[in-house]
């Protein structure tokens, strides 16, 4: 199993910036990929970035160029750099773990982080 716990989260005004971050712990070593999803009021949880061991990221159109995400090279802490900050960035974001165990893939969540961006 991994454990994950996310921080960095807050109340923003538009314009801000926040750093999340995502502490993994237990089997890291299962890990292959991570990524930053959020889910605002109202609306279905959607990825905002992702990156894999090999490298690979990708983006969710609104945020491309506003934020960044990065590891450290033993899957033990997640980023998420986020500039610029909108209103609409507003959400819980979570921190989500690919993992193959034994063969078979899954997956794990943490409990969420609280973004609240001001007009």
């Known amino acids: 199993q991994v454990h994950l716990a996310e921080s960095g989260g807050g109340l923003v005004q538009a314009g801000g910036s926040l750093r999340l971050s995502c502490a993994a712990s237990g089997s890291i070593f299962t890990i292959n990929a991570m990524g930053w999803y959020r889910q605002a009021p109202g609306k279905q949880r959607e990825l905002v970035a992702h990156i894999t061991d090999s490298g690979s990221i990708k983006y969710a159109d609104s945020v491309k160029g506003r934020c960044t995400i990065s590891r450290d090279n033993a899957w033990k802490t997640l980023y998420l750099q986020m500039n610029a900050l909108k209103p609409e960035d507003t959400a819980v974001y979570y921190c989500?773990?690919?993992?193959?165990?034994?063969?078979?893939?899954?997956?794990?969540w943490g409990q969420g982080t609280q973004v609240t961006v001001s007009s």
């Open positions: 989500k773990s690919d993992v193959l165990e034994l063969g078979y893939a899954s997956d794990y």
